[in-house]
Structures are given as C-alpha cells and as structure tokens.
C-alpha cells in the first residue's frame, strides 16, 4: 500500500507564498507521475501541476511562472512551491500519486486547505 498526506496549506495575504509538500510512504517502485490538484468552493477539482517519471513538468495556465513542482527521491516527498499568490489560489490542494503508467494504481491524499486573502 502507499500512503499519501500533504501539508504546508494556510492562510497568507495576496501576494505571498507558500510551499505544500506531499510525503509518499510505502511500497514504493518506479517513478510514478506525482501531481497536484485543486478544490475551490462550489468548484470541480482542477489540475495544477505535474511532474513525469522522466521529469518533465506541467501547468495549468494560471499558474505558469507562479507555482513550481518539484520532488525529492530520497526523502520521498514532492514540493508545490506557490509564489506571488492570488485569492483565487484559494481552496484544498490535494496530491496525487500514479503510478498506472508502469502498471499500478493511482493514491490521493486527503488534502490541505490554502486560503489567500485579498
């Protein structure tokens, strides 16, 4: 089984940053593609970022130049940093684990709330 939390959500001002950080533990093979999402209220589940087993990265348009993923294979964890945020930033951020590009199965992990006040 793999086991997927992330954390770091929060309330900042416009304009601030933040970094999520999703943690990966258990059974663990390949490089699956990790990715992040999100949830604003009253709103569909949106993708943010991903990142490919052979690195390459991936952006939802409003927010390219602002958000940036990366990962750390030793510590099994992948980053979202945010930068220059903006309130429609606003909602839970949810990390996704998949691994069915080499044959498994896909984890979410239960999320964290990112709320930017204007």
């Known amino acids: 089984q793999v086991q997927v939390v992330e954390s770091g959500g929060g309330l900042v001002q416009a304009g601030g940053s933040l970094r999520l950080s999703c943690a990966v533990s258990g059974i663990i093979f390949g490089r699956p593609v990790v990715g992040w999402y999100r949830q604003a209220p009253g709103k569909q589940r949106e993708a943010v970022a991903d990142l490919t087993g052979d690195g390459a990265t991936n952006y939802a348009d409003s927010v390219k130049g602002r958000f940036t993923i990366s990962r750390d294979g030793v510590k099994k964890t992948v980053y979202l940093q945010m930068n220059s945020l903006k309130p429609e930033d606003t909602g839970v951020y949810y990390c996704?684990?998949?691994?069915?590009?080499?044959?498994?199965?896909?984890?979410w992990g239960p999320g964290t709330q990112v709320t930017v006040s204007s």
């Open positions: 996704k684990v998949d691994f069915s590009p080499i044959g498994g199965r896909e984890y």
